[in-house]
Nanobody, 122 residues
């Protein structure tokens, strides 16, 4: 069994910063793509940023220049540094992993974390 463990959400003022972390745990050999999505009530979950194993990144237009996604392959962990936060960044942020290969031979094609609340408010 594999799981994604998220941390780092909270309440900050507009213009502030937060850092989200997500670690894939279990008997893991490799993880192909990891990333973050976010969702607000009544809206679809949307991509924030994703990163491949070799470090290629994609960002939503709304966060380009403000958010930076990085990963540590040895720890199967991704970090989302969020700067210049805006009230519209308020959402539940979900970690996502595509194609986790475990040591028992199973491949988990799509795995989600539990979600962490990010609130931007003065």
């Amino acid at each position: 069994q594999v799981q994604l463990v998220e941390s780092g959400g909270g309440l900050v003022q507009p213009g502030g910063s937060l850092r989200l972390s997500c670690a894939a745990s279990g008997n893991i050999i490799s993880v192909d793509v990891m990333g973050w999505y976010r969702q607000t009530p009544g809206k679809q979950r949307e991509l924030v940023a994703r990163i491949t194993r070799d470090g290629s990144t994609d960002y939503a237009d709304s966060v380009k220049g403000r958010f930076t996604l990085s990963r540590d392959n040895a720890k199967n962990t991704v970090y989302l540094q969020m700067n210049s936060l805006l009230p519209e960044d308020t959402a539940v942020y979900y970690c996502n992993a595509e194609r986790i290969t475990s040591s028992n031979g199973f491949i988990y094609y799509l795995t989600w974390g539990q979600g962490t609340q990010v609130t931007i408010s003065s």
